[in-house]
C-alpha cells in the first residue's frame, strides 16, 4: 500500500463518510446475514447522525414484527452500541417483507414510507449456497433483485443504490476490471425461462446456460450484476465485488464469523478430524476478506456514489487485498492447522491431520483412502451395534463442497482494485481510523487465532472455558491415531513376511517369463523352403 500511503495521496476530497451519512435514511436488504449485520453495527456506531435505517426482513410464525426486531438487536453485535449508545438501535425500523414475494410482500404503508423517505439502498440479499437449482438461484439473485429495483425506481428521494455482488460472478476471466460485464445470457430472459420452465427440465440445460462459469450462484450473480447495471440511468449506482470474506478482524469482535460456507466450513470439517485431503495449490493466493475491512470499503464506496451526484456512470469496485499482504492457500491452511492444535475443538470423529494436495489423482487416492473407507467402516460398526449409520453421507457432503471449493483452490484470478485503493487514498485520517480498509496491517497468525475462537465460541457454541477439555481429548486422538498408524505398519510387515515367498515366486516368475520372451524375439525365425510337387 506505498502508494495509497503516500503524503500526496493524502488530500481528502470529499466530506468525511459520518458527514456524508448524516440526516439520510437506508434501506438494507439481507441485514440478518453474516455481512449484513456488520453493515448494520457500523452504520449505527460510527455513522451517529443518520436518520433511520429500515431492514427489510420476513415475518415468521407467531413472532410479531415489534418482537422481530428486539430479537435482530439483542443478537451480540450490537452490545456495543448498548453499552456506549443506545439511543442508536432506535433508528432501526422493521420492514416485513420477503426479497421472494412479488412487491417484495410490502403492506401498502410500509411501501409509501420507504417511497417517501429513502435515499440510500444497500441491497446485500442473495443465496449464497453453491450446489442450488438454476430455478431457486433465479428467483433469489436475479428476480430478488429485480423486485428491489422496481421499488427503487419509485423512490422520490433516492441518491445511491450499492449492489453487493461477487468477485467470482467474473471467475472465467483471468483478470477482473473494475469495469461492467455483459452477463452470459439476457437476465430478464433467464428469469421469464426460470419462471415458465419446470425444475426438472430447466436441470437437464443448467450445464450449458452455465458454459464456464463454476455453478449456479456466479452464474445468477453474473445476470443479476447486468441487471442492476442496465438501471445506471434511473438511478446512481454502484457495485460492491467482494472475494471471499470470511471472519472479522477488528470489529464488531475480533474472529467473530456466522455459518458454515466456504474456509469455515472447511476448517471446521479438519478440525473434527473429517476432512484429511484437499485438492489446492498451496502456492495461489487466498484472496480472503475480513468481513469488517470489507464492509469498511462498502460504507466507503456508498459514501463516494453519494458525494458525486453528477456522474450518472455506474461505479465499481473490487473489494480485495490485490498484492496487499497476500497469503496463499498454502499458508493459511497451515497457520489454521498449528492454532486449531493449540485451541481444538470439544468433539472430533479423529485427530485432525489432513493437509493438502497439488496432484488431483493423489488427492482422490486419499480420498478413497481416509474419506470414504473409514466412512464405511463406521458406518459398518454402527450397524453391526443396531444404530443408524451417518458417516457415509456425512463423507458424500464433504467430497461435494471439496469439489465445489477446489475449483477456487486451483485457479489464480487477478482482481485489480485501483478504485477501492483510489477510495483510500481520498480518506482523512481520521475516517481512515473508523473505516479501515488497508490490509496491510493485519497479522494473519493472530488473524487465525481469533478466526479459530471465533470459529470455537460462535458457530459451534464452545466457550473458552472448554479449551482444556478439547485439548484432554485431541491428546487421547493423537495416540489412538498413532496406535493405529503403528498397527496398520505391522499388517503390512506381517502380510510381507507370510506371503515373502508367494510375492517373491510371482516376481521371479514375472521376471522369467519376460527374459523368456525377449529371448525368443531375438532368436531368428528358420525360413520356410518351397516345396514343387
Not at 25 to 41: D, N, Q, R
Not at 48 to 77: E, F, N, P
Not at 168 to 195: F, M, T, W
Not at 292 to 321: H, K, Q, W, Y
Request: net charge neutral.
Amino acid at each position: 500500500m506505498e502508494q495509497i500511503m503516500s503524503p500526496h495521496n493524502r488530500q481528502h476530497h470529499y466530506r468525511s463518510v459520518s458527514d456524508t451519512y448524516a440526516g439520510l435514511s437506508l434501506f438494507i436488504t439481507g441485514a440478518t446475514g453474516f455481512m449484513g449485520k456488520v453493515l448494520v453495527e457500523k452504520l449505527l456506531r460510527d455513522c451517529a447522525d443518520l436518520k433511520c435505517i429500515y431492514l427489510l426482513i420476513r415475518t415468521k410464525k407467531g413472532i410479531d414484527a415489534g418482537q422481530r426486531r428486539d430479537d435482530y438487536l439483542k443478537h451480540l453485535v450490537f452490545d456495543r452500541i448498548r453499552e456506549t449508545n443506545r439511543a442508536q438501535l432506535d433508528k432501526v425500523k422493521l420492514i416485513r417483507g420477503d426479497i421472494l414475494s412479488d412487491g417484495l410482500e410490502i403492506t401498502e404503508p410500509d411501501r409509501a414510507e420507504l417511497i417517501d423517505n429513502v435515499e440510500v439502498i444497500f441491497h446485500c440479499a442473495a443465496n449464497v449456497r453453491f450446489d442450488q437449482e438454476l430455478k431457486q438461484a433465479v428467483n433469489f439473485n436475479t428476480n430478488g433483485t429485480m423486485r428491489v429495483l422496481k421499488l427503487a425506481e419509485q423512490m422520490k428521494r433516492l441518491i445511491a443504490f450499492i449492489h453487493v455482488s461477487t468477485a467470482y460472478c467474473q471467475c472465467n476471466e483471468e483478470v477482473v476490471e473494475e469495469r461492467a460485464y455483459a452477463a452470459p445470457h439476457s437476465p430478464l430472459g433467464i428469469s421469464k425461462l426460470a419462471d415458465l420452465v419446470d425444475s426438472n427440465v430447466l436441470d437437464l440445460v443448467t450445464p450449458n446456460l452455465l458454459s464456464n462459469l463454476p455453478n449456479t450462484y456466479a452464474y445468477t450473480k453474473a445476470l443479476t450484476e447486468d441487471l442492476v447495471y442496465s438501471y445506471r440511468d434511473r438511478f446512481p449506482i454502484a457495485i460492491a465485488r467482494p472475494t471471499i470474506v470470511v471472519a472479522a478482524w477488528k470489529e464488531p469482535l475480533p474472529g467473530w464469523v456466522e455459518g458454515t460456507n466456504g474456509p469455515t466450513g472447511l476448517m471446521i470439517g479438519a478440525g473434527r478430524g473429517v476432512i484429511r485431503t484437499m485438492h489446492c495449490n498451496p502456492d495461489y493466493e487466498s484472496d480472503i476478506m475480513p468481513v469488517d475491512i470489507t464492509m469498511n470499503a462498502i460504507i466507503v464506496l456508498a459514501a463516494e456514489r453519494i458525494n458525486t451526484p453528477n456522474n450518472r456512470e455506474a461505479m465499481f469496485c473490487n473489494v480485495s487485498g490485490a498484492n496487499v499482504n497476500t497469503l496463499t492457500w498454502g499458508d493459511a491452511l497451515e497457520s489454521g492447522r498449528q492454532k486449531f492444535y493449540d485451541n481444538p475443538l470439544c468433539f472430533s470423529l479423529w485427530y485432525p491431520d489432513g493437509s493438502i494436495k497439488s496432484n488431483y489423482y493423489y488427492h482422490m487416492l486419499c480420498v478413497i483412502m481416509f474419506h470414504y473407507l473409514p466412512a464405511y467402516l463406521i458406518d459398518f460398526l454402527m450397524i453391526v451395534l443396531r444404530r443408524k449409520p451417518f458417516m457415509l453421507k456425512i463423507q458424500k457432503r464433504i467430497s461435494e463442497g471439496l469439489e465445489t471449493l477446489q475449483y477456487y483452490t486451483t485457479k489464480v484470478w487477478i482482481f485489480k482494485n485501483d478504485n477501492m485503493r483510489a477510495m483510500y487514498s481520498r480518506l482523512s485520517e481520521d475516517d481512515r481510523e473508523k473505516f479501515y480498509f488497508d490490509m496491510t496491517p493485519v497479522h494473519w497468525p493472530t488473524y487465525f487465532l481469533n478466526y479459530i475462537l471465533g470459529v470455537r465460541q460462535y458457530v459451534l457454541k464452545e466457550p473458552p472455558e472448554t479449551l482444556p477439555k478439547a485439548r484432554k481429548l485431541l491428546k487421547k486422538l493423537y495416540y489412538m491415531d498413532k496406535l493405529v498408524q503403528a498397527m496398520l505398519y505391522l499388517l503390512i510387515l506381517w502380510l510381507a513376511y507370510s506371503y515373502w515367498d508367494v510375492v517373491i515366486g510371482s516376481i521371479q516368475y514375472i521376471f522369467d517369463s519376460a527374459i523368456e520372451g525377449a529371448r525368443k524375439a531375438m532368436t531368428p525365425t528358420p525360413k520356410a523352403h518351397s516345396v514343387r510337387i
